[in-house]
């Protein structure tokens, strides 16, 4: 029987640290494996394919269109119109908005005032589906259908659309009508 003896003294706790260095190397190449399989950061954008939910119907002033005192820009806050209103981005490109309700609101100036209005509010039901395409290039998304072309932006889960002059408000005063068009907002969450 041979024994091998090293008759260097450093050798044991240099195999030590050489085993501890090769366990440590090994634990911080399977911590890096697992942070590069990790789940995208809060910054990088959802996949737009798929169902999104309006959260947020906003105009470009602010109103007490349902009477209770709190002043909002936000008509879903206002109404119970708007509550289950989606858009579905489909993989072929293809987009469908659905439409299950929309408000009629109506400004009428208080009789004996020049500032003060009334609202009239009619939440109309409907089965509604408007189809149309998309194109999305990093965070813009750009949706034509029969009514325009729409510039979206993305940012992880919330998609948000401007439209200029979007929201026609029909106002009667002194027995005439007009119609004030104000900048809409609307927001989408990823479903």
Known sequence: MVALRNKNPCFAPNLKIKLIMKKVFSLLMVAMLFAAC?????????SLEGTWKMTA?????????????????????????????????????TVAFISTSYAEINLVLVAGSTTDYEYNVTCVNENDTTAGTWSQTNNTVIITDAFGVYTATQ????????????????????????TITEDLTIVYEKQ
């Open 38 to 46: 990790s789940s995208d950061d809060d910054n990088a954008n959802a």
């Open 57 to 93: 119907f906003k105009s470009e002033n602010a109103y007490d269109v349902n009477g209770n005192g709190t002043i909002s820009n936000d008509i879903m806050e206002q109404t119970n119109c708007y509550q289950n209103e989606t858009v579905v981005f489909n993989a072929n490109n």
């Open 155 to 178: 940012i992880g889960s919330t998609l948000t659309f401007v439209i200029p002059n979007g929201y026609p408000i029909e106002v009667t005063q002194g027995g005439g009508t007009g």
